[in-house]
């Protein structure tokens, strides 16, 4: 089993920025990729950026391409998004995920956190 927990989500102003972080533990070995996912109210949940454990690569969903940036630390089992230049359409909760495979959708992802808010004010 891997155990993901979230942190780092709050309510920010249109513009402003958050670190979201996402603390590994566990089986962390079996997985390759860890992903961040977002669910806004009504709306399905859908990708946003995901990175790869051993080489680093990072794949982004063009919405937030430019803006966020994810990064990880090893020693610390920790991956990171960086979130910039928030809007109202950022509005969401906030999941990480991990997975043994590059993937875009949340099916293949096998397990998840509890979820972080990020609610931006206009």
């Known amino acids: 089993q891997v155990q993901l927990v979230e942190s780092g989500g709050g309510l920010v102003q249109a513009g402003g920025s958050l670190r979201l972080s996402c603390a590994a533990s566990?089986?962390?070995?079996?997985?390759?990729?860890v992903g961040w996912f977002r669910q806004a109210p009504g709306k399905e949940r859908e990708f946003v950026a995901r990175?790869?454990?051993?080489?680093?690569?990072?794949y982004y969903a063009d919405s937030v391409k430019g803006r966020f940036t994810i990064s990880k630390d090893h020693a610390k089992n920790t991956v990171y998004l960086q979130l910039n230049s928030l809007n109202s359409e950022d509005t969401a909760v906030y999941y990480c995920?991990?997975?043994?495979?590059?993937?875009?959708?949340?099916?293949?992802?096998?397990?998840w956190g509890q979820g972080t808010q990020v609610t931006v004010s206009s």
């Open positions: 995920a991990a997975t043994s495979i590059a993937a875009t959708t949340a099916h293949w992802y096998d397990y």
């Open positions: 566990g089986r962390t070995f079996s997985t390759n990729v």
């Open positions: 990175i790869s454990w051993s080489g680093g690569n990072t």
